[in-house]
């Protein structure tokens, strides 16, 4: 058993609550957030022990583990709080706003032997793990090319102002949505070399960014992500990943994988060449509690059992999350690079006035049949 | 209290299919958004469903489900034996308005706007003593509009919901609801999970008897949570009355040997299934007769 609290009861705390609360191995002894009103229905139904002050809590609780679901900006100062304490963390994506900071406290876990777990749930998603699998059985040879997406109906009009609104506070398309798919990325790829051509477009918001486009270069290829939260085509929010590599392409998203295997491939046990399609109906196990899909369950599990062994390295640990922050700051950073695009004013005189000639009397050649 | 209690189709018509909700696939997910963009196909399905003998439509609260109501009403010969059960409410439009607007914008929100005085009553005098039932029993009431005149004998509360209470440990609210749909609309409350061994345990707290509660209930395990036996021995051995949702597993199972599993299991009250052709609905039904004679 492990004694455990949590902080911040938006839609994610709230969601965590209920899960954790339902976990056998899990003593839940205090719940914490600003505002009293939802704090007092729970305490009033659920007889939850609840704190409006975070120390408070970590003081008189004292639990041993905890997890953070408050806006991005307050995560740094709850999570060093938590850790001088001696308490196994697991905090919400993005980990932090400023790389400074997860690098910090990256380095203060470890120091204190404690577990650390960032909510990228994608990396518990069947498929998405099955990729991972290929990849480490280098199935597809090596990637020289990728695409990872993102994209869900979350700002459709302009809207009120919330901590999402507001870039200062963690707020916008690029650390709430992107953040899912260059998380994926940086597992399957790793740290990128440089980013380019970043751009963060506002479509509706006044102050941030509703869609986002990066290019990402690796050693041997690119990996382009492409993230808009604005899509009213869309149910509800979708990832999807497209890897391409010398021996073959893969295509996941959170129900299925799509594998194509060339013949010059090491083709792995279960798989064919040609086309593969597995669901995550054959890559799931039941969890001990379903609320909004396995990975929510199987995050919590997986944090739960690594804070009771001690096990202080493991799937998403602050490590891992400092790279895909490190990612976002990169990506943000280049956005507002001066000279950083070749314009089409000051791109060569000789390409602008003659390619397009160039172009014509040579499609013309091709139509006449090359004379 | 006393409601009468009348026995379920054995057959209910869902409504995923018609709102891009897929299990296995986006792609397919899509291809039925747009395939049912129109109401006129929905209701061809439906129409179907009624012709091979599928009266129950098992369907969210989702704003074009007032449609399929409109149009229902509009020909009352047509569809003299159709039974709706609504299930509530429809997340995805409170999950977005809790985003933009908090948990108390997002109530206010759905509460009516101007109505009858006891309802104004309800809502502000509870809002303020934190007391969640009258604001419950109106954010129901809203629910419940669009389904005015029809008969509606089972009232469910959706799985995001009921899953999310009983991992809080919010039991009183499944007594709340149950109470209200009796009282309100002489309705037996239904409840769904994912979770069905620990939700009955649940309901026994809260005290409603013999609930009716559907479940993913497949010959894969797929999303049983607490595993298949635990599920078999919950139908073997509690009181409840089980319906059973995805016994295809999505598309997993081939449907003959996932019929004759679902049927052989001790107490089972319906299956829940979607199907967007008339050939496959009547295939389940045709299934559905051999290897479920008595029911």
Known sequence: MIDVAVVGLGKMGLSHLSMIKAHPDVNLVGVCDATGYLLDILAKYTGVTTYKDLDKMLDEARPQAIIIATPTHLHAGMIRRALERGIHVFCEKPLVIDPADSIELTALAEQKGLVTQVGYHNRFVGAFREVKRLLDLDAIGTVNTALAEAYGPVVLKPAGRTWRSERATGGGCLYDYAAHPLNLLTWYLGTPESVSGSQLTSIFSAQIDDAVASTLHYPDGTAQIISNWSDESQRKMTTKITLWGTNGRIYADRQEIHVYLRDTATIPEGYRVGWNVRYTTELTEAPWFYLRGEEYSAQLDSFVQRAQAGASAGTNDFASAAVTDRVISMISEDAVREDSRLTSDAASDLAVNTAPKGRIAAALTALRGGK | MTTTTRTMDRLLFGDNQFFGVNHMSEEKARAQQMRFQDTDAIMSVLDAAYDEGVHTFMCTTH????????????????????????????????????????FLGAIRKFLPEEGLLDSIARGTSSLARKD????????????????????????WLQNVVVDLLSGLGFTDAFRIFADHVRKRYNAEPGFITMNLP???????KAGVENPIVCSNINKLGFRMSGGVDAYREAMDKRPFRAVAMSVYASGAIPPREAIEWVTSLPNLESIVFGASSRANIASTVSLVDEYWPQR
């Open chain 2, 198 to 204: 620990r939700l009955l345990d649940d309901l026994d």
């Open chain 2, 63 to 102: 704003d074009r489900i007032a449609e399929v109501t409109d149009h229902v009403r509009a020909h009352p010969d047509r569809y003299s034996d159709m039974t709706f059960f609504p299930c509530m409410p429809y997340a995805h439009k409170y999950a977005n308005a809790v985003t933009e607007d908090g």
């Open chain 2, 132 to 155: 969640i039932e009258g604001v419950t029993t109106l954010l129901i009431d809203a629910e419940m509009k669009m389904f005015e005149g029809l008969d509606t004998p089972v009232i």
